[in-house]
């Protein structure tokens, strides 16, 4: 079965663009989870996503959007791009539940903004 | 507010030791507890996840641990290898499925 993939895995933009990242969850997996990872602030959860419904979001201003289809596959956008968003976006997939299922991550994707 | 801490942040070792990793949450309030490694630059690969009702959970030579009423889980890694220097990240899961991260151990098997 595959992993869970992300495209594109590097990306450069400069300040004031947007950009939108993809997730393919593993097959079968209907919870999509984004995460973004910094040297600073570490690991912090971004929404959660579950048969097209966003369940839940993390504490990022209104420039951090996501949404999923109906194969799963979710995507997330980032207007007006600043310096700060710099940083490792992950996905996790999971079965169902995260609340008890095992989530799957990605293998990122780096977001470089200049 | 959860907040977790995993001590030490950073472990070198001669390989072939035993190891413990720790890890402490404020909350005791989770569902489960995940527990991944993470590689220079990669994404992170799960090793194990316990359920809030259960006390541990082993796979190959890892064996996790978890003490809700305390707050406190560990990871004991088994006769370490090169293979196994990567950081270690533990996670809780709070009510609403957010993984709530830690900063991490960084360890260093040395040959």
């Known amino acids: 079965k595959a992993g869970v993939t992300q495209t594109p895995r590097y990306l450069i933009k400069t300040r004031g663009q947007q950009v939108t990242l993809s997730c393919s969850p593993i097959?079968?997996?209907?919870?999509v989870s984004w995460y973004q990872q910094t040297p600073g602030q570490g690991l912090q959860f971004l929404f959660e996503?579950?048969?097209?419904?966003?369940?839940n979001k993390g504490n990022f201003p209104g420039r951090f959007s996501g949404r999923q289809f109906s194969n799963s596959r979710s995507e997330m956008n980032v207007s007006t791009l600043e310096l700060g968003d710099s940083a490792l976006y992950l996905c996790?997939?999971?079965?169902?539940?995260?609340?008890?299922?095992?989530?799957?991550f990605g293998p990122g994707t780096r977001l470089t903004v200049l | 507010k959860q907040e977790v801490t995993q001590i030490p942040a950073a472990l070198s070792v001669p390989e072939g030791e035993n190891l413990v990793l720790n890890c402490s949450f404020t909350?005791?309030?989770?569902?489960?507890l995940q527990w991944f490694r993470q590689d220079p630059g990669k994404g992170l690969t799960s090793l194990l996840l316990?359920?809030?009702?259960?006390r541990e959970q082993t796979s190959g030579r890892l064996n996790a641990s978890l003490d809700k009423s305390s707050g406190r889980s560990t990871l004991y890694i088994a006769a370490s290898q090169p293979g196994d220097s990567a950081t270690y990240l533990c996670?809780?899961?709070?009510?609403?499925?957010?993984?709530?991260f830690g900063q991490g151990t960084t360890l260093q098997v040395k040959p």
């Open positions: 996790a997939s999971s079965a169902g539940q995260p609340i008890t299922d095992t989530q799957y």
């Open positions: 996670a809780p899961t709070s009510n609403t499925g957010k993984l709530i």
């Open positions: 996503y579950f048969s097209e419904t966003q369940r």
């Open positions: 316990i359920q809030s009702s259960q």
């Open positions: 909350d005791s309030a989770i569902y489960n």
């Open positions: 097959s079968g997996h209907r919870s």
